[in-house]
Each structure stands twice: as C-alpha cells, then as structure tokens.
T-cell receptor
Framework: QKEVEQNSGPLSVPEGAIASLNCTYS??????FFWYRQYSGKSPELIMF????GDKEDGRFTAQLNKASQYVSLLIRDSQPSDSATYLC???????????FGGGTRVLVKP | EAQVTQNPRYLITVTGKKLTVTCSQN?????MSWYRQDPGLGLRQIYY???????DKGDVPEGYKVSRKEKRNFPLILESPSPNQTSLYFC?????????????FGDGTRLSIL
C-alpha cells in the first residue's frame, strides 16, 4: 500500500467549474500537508499547505484536512485553462524530516 | 534571485560510467533533498540532508550517494549507473526540515542511462 495515494486522473472539468482533488495518507502521525502544482516538464511549485483540521482558503484554492479520516483535499474554484496541470499531494511524517509525495492527479480544464 | 540550480539539465550516458549531478542553493537553507520522478509514481525521495555533514536515506537510496560538505551544495552521485536509474531528478531545499517549510525545487535533471 502506498503511503500517500491520489487518483491519477485525468480529472476533466469545464472552465468556471470547481475541481475537487483528494489525497489519502497512511501515517496517522503525519503533521503537515502540502499541495504542489506541476506543469508538464516543469518543477513542482507550492500552492498551499495545511497543518490543522478544517479548511484553509487562499484565493481560488481551498485545502481541507481531516486527520481522523486521514485525507486532505484541494478545491479549485472557477477553474481556468491555466489550472491544467498535475497536482501533487505531499505529507510530512511525525518526525518532520521527510516528505512523501503521492503520484499526482492530472487536471484538464476545458474552455 | 533566490534559486536552486541543478546541472546538467539533460544527460545521456552509458551503464557503469560514474556521474555526478550538482545542486546548489543561494538561500542559506539548512535542508536539502533529492527526488526522482517516474510516471505514475510521483516524487520519491532519494536522500536528504538536515545540515552540513548530516545526510540520511530517503525511500529509494539504492545506487546513489550524496555528500554535504558545504551548506549550499548537495551533489548526487551515481557510482555505477544502470538503466533503471533513468528518470527525472529534482533537487529541493528549505530553510529547515520540510515538516513546516515548503520546498524550493530546482528545474530538474533528465537522466537517460543506456
């Protein structure tokens, strides 16, 4: 079983709609959770991070964390074609010195 | 400009020929790390370093070596490369351990081992 799991997609959403991405993790001691966006051929770039249960909003992005259920999600509101990319979920373990990534979810926003 | 610089960006080489991929950061970050990225597998951590002379294995360290003699540099060494090490490699750094700090990534190095 992979430590951090994501649906590989592609997740196809029409422009202006909400894209919902999910990520589950196996280590109950995980402390920090990150969402990175990666365009094809480019390096990952941080979108958001979240530490506490609940929601965290930043512009069109909302991260949701539920530690009891061991999942973290990312909502992209008003999706734009420029949001078409692979979204990587990353989880920091209890010790905080390692970062484990999921396989990524490919998102396609269609005009 | 704050950045993580990897060299080379692309390399095609043959099995068994030792190679080094350099990584340098100009942000005085303590934590540095190497990842490899393969289709469908996301980023997998190879080695990481909490500070100078402090390195530790990640999830896929076999076939790789690292060193951290200076704070800014963290080279990745493949002593005897094999075709299964063909991959896209990323170096990353952060001010401290990644548990509470986002990673700054280099532009990547695409290695092909024939």
């Amino acid at each position: 079983q992979k430590e951090v799991e994501q649906n590989s997609g592609p997740l196809s959403v029409p422009e202006g709609a909400i894209a919902s991405l999910n990520c589950t993790y196996s280590d109950r001691g995980s402390q920090s959770f990150f969402w990175y966006r990666q365009y094809s051929g480019k390096s990952p770039e941080l979108i958001m991070f979240i530490y506490s249960n609940g929601d965290k909003e930043d512009g069109r992005f909302t991260a949701q964390l539920n530690k009891a259920s061991q999942y973290v999600s990312l909502l992209i509101r008003d999706s734009q074609p420029s949001d078409s990319a692979t979204y990587l979920c990353a989880v920091s373990g209890a010790a905080g010195n390692k970062l484990t990534f999921g396989g990524g979810t490919r998102v396609l926003v269609k005009p | 400009e704050a950045q993580v610089t990897q060299n080379p960006r692309y390399l095609i080489t043959v099995t068994g020929k030792k190679l080094t991929v350099t990584c340098s950061q100009n942000m005085n970050h303590e934590y540095m790390s190497w990842y490899r990225q393969d289709p469908g597998l996301g980023l997998r951590q190879i080695y990481y370093s909490m500070n100078v002379e402090v390195t530790d294995k990640g999830d896929v360290p076999e076939g790789y070596k690292v060193s951290r003699k200076e704070k800014r540099n963290f080279p990745l060494i493949l002593e005897s490369p094999s075709p299964n090490q063909t991959s896209l490699y990323f170096c990353a750094s952060s001010p401290s351990a990644p548990g509470n700090q986002p990673q700054h990534f280099g532009d990547g190095t695409r290695l092909s081992i024939l």
